[in-house]
């Protein structure tokens, strides 16, 4: 099946420094792909849309110049957390749609557990 | 704005039971897509069983099956043959189908699933 990779699976940085987690698809090609917050016990928020050579999406109260998002090639998205403080520890979850199929299909990344000190 | 809610919490089953799992949505869209994804520890999203909203047969997936009613706008997931690895958070989602691929997940606060052995 589609495989979508994502890295790191966990870092831990400093407050005040920037943070960049990849999501590739490693067999199709992903127009679109799609950035999640998970806090613990809690569910998955949408927190924006990677559109491969434009702009992302965001979705309302997701500060775009915090978390940076950039799509530039059909299987690679990268979000950026800058100036990272306490309270953007969470876990982050990429999914990639298969451009070639039908437009249910979704694949998700493994995660990245991200904890800034 | 579409909502997912999921009223369980938890809930706990034994093994070899069957258990169900709530999921009403609010959304004035026609067309649509619903799904359950199963999250264990690991937090890898595990795709259970998705339906279309176009078609009336509930969809099932071994010993998954789901009752959808759509005028009541409630997507329940039955587990049947309960076993010691169904144990997760299990969350119901819903996806829009008119943005062409467009839009993310929105989830539903998730469901614990515990198996008594």
């Known amino acids: 099946g589609a495989v979508v990779s994502q890295h790191p699976s966990w870092v831990i940085c400093k407050s005040g420094t920037s943070v960049k987690i990849e999501c590739r698809s490693l067999?199709?090609?992903?127009?679109?792909m799609f950035w999640y917050r998970q806090f613990p016990k809690q569910s998955l928020m949408l927190m924006a849309t990677?559109?491969?050579?434009?702009?992302?999406?965001?979705e309302q109260g997701v500060e775009k110049d915090k978390f940076l998002i950039n799509h530039a090639s059909l299987t690679l998205s990268t979000l950026t957390v800058t100036s990272a403080h306490p309270e953007d520890s969470s876990f982050y979850i990429c999914?990639?749609?298969?451009?070639?199929?039908?437009?249910?299909?979704?694949?998700f990344g493994s995660g990245t557990q991200l904890s800034v000190l | 704005a579409q909502t997912v809610t999921q009223s369980q919490p938890e809930m706990s089953v034994q093994e070899a039971e069957t258990v169900t799992l709530s999921c009403t949505y609010d959304?004035?869209?026609?067309?649509?897509?619903l799904f359950w994804y199963k999250q264990p520890p690991s937090r890898q999203m595990i795709l259970v069983i998705r339906?279309?909203?176009?078609?009336?047969q509930n969809a099932t997936e071994n010993r998954f099956s789901v009752n959808f009613q759509k005028a009541a706008k409630s997507f329940s997931l039955k587990i049947s043959d309960s076993q010691l690895g169904d144990a997760a958070m299990y969350f119901c989602?819903?996806?829009?189908?008119?943005?062409?691929?467009?839009?993310?997940?929105?989830f539903g606060k998730g469901t614990h699933l515990i198996i008594q052995p």
């Open positions: 990677s559109n491969e050579g434009s702009k992302a999406t965001y």
């Open positions: 999914s990639a749609r298969d451009s070639s199929i039908t437009n249910e299909k979704l694949f």
């Open positions: 339906q279309e909203a176009y078609k009336q």
């Open positions: 067999d199709f090609q992903a127009t679109t």
């Open positions: 959304t004035s869209e026609s067309d649509y897509y």
């Open positions: 989602a819903y996806r829009s189908y008119s943005g062409g691929g467009a839009d993310g997940l929105t």
